[in-house]
Nanobody, 126 residues
Framework: QVQLVESGGGSVQAGGSLRLTCAAS????????IGWFRQSPGKEREGVAA???????SYADSVKDRFTISQDNAKNTLYLQMSDLKPEDTAVYYC????????????????????WGQGTQVTVSS
């Protein structure tokens, strides 16, 4: 059974930084794409960043050069380092995973994603 648990959200001032963590279990990272999505009131769900089993990475244009996605050596923990945070980054951030898809396709939502975490709130004040 696949389980994804996010942590690390909080409230920060604009320009600040946060690091989100996703603890994954029940999946083989060599066979899965995994990434971060966010949802805020009045906006569509957005794929923020994703990494696939071949190590390819995809970022949304809105976060490129500010956010960095990474995994530990065991590939059982996913991170999102967020820097230069802006008020428009305020959202609930979710970790998600799917088997056998490439990072870009996964992030853009071209597939129904079967596995989701519970979400962690990020609030950025101006």
């Amino acid at each position: 059974q696949v389980q994804l648990v996010e942590s690390g959200g909080g409230s920060v001032q604009a320009g600040g930084s946060l690091r989100l963590t996703c603890a994954a279990s029940g999946l083989n990272p060599n066979n899965y794409a995994i990434g971060w999505f966010r949802q805020s009131p009045g906006k569509e769900r957005e794929g923020v960043a994703a990494i696939d089993s071949d190590g390819r990475i995809s970022y949304a244009d809105s976060v490129k050069d500010r956010f960095t996605i990474s995994q530990d050596n065991a590939k059982n923990t996913l991170y999102l380092q967020m820097s230069d945070l802006k008020p428009e980054d305020t959202a609930v951030y979710y970790c998600a995973a799917d088997r056998g898809v490439v990072a870009g396709h996964f992030r853009r939502g071209g597939v129904t994603i079967p596995y989701w975490g519970q979400g962690t709130q990020v609030t950025v004040s101006s």
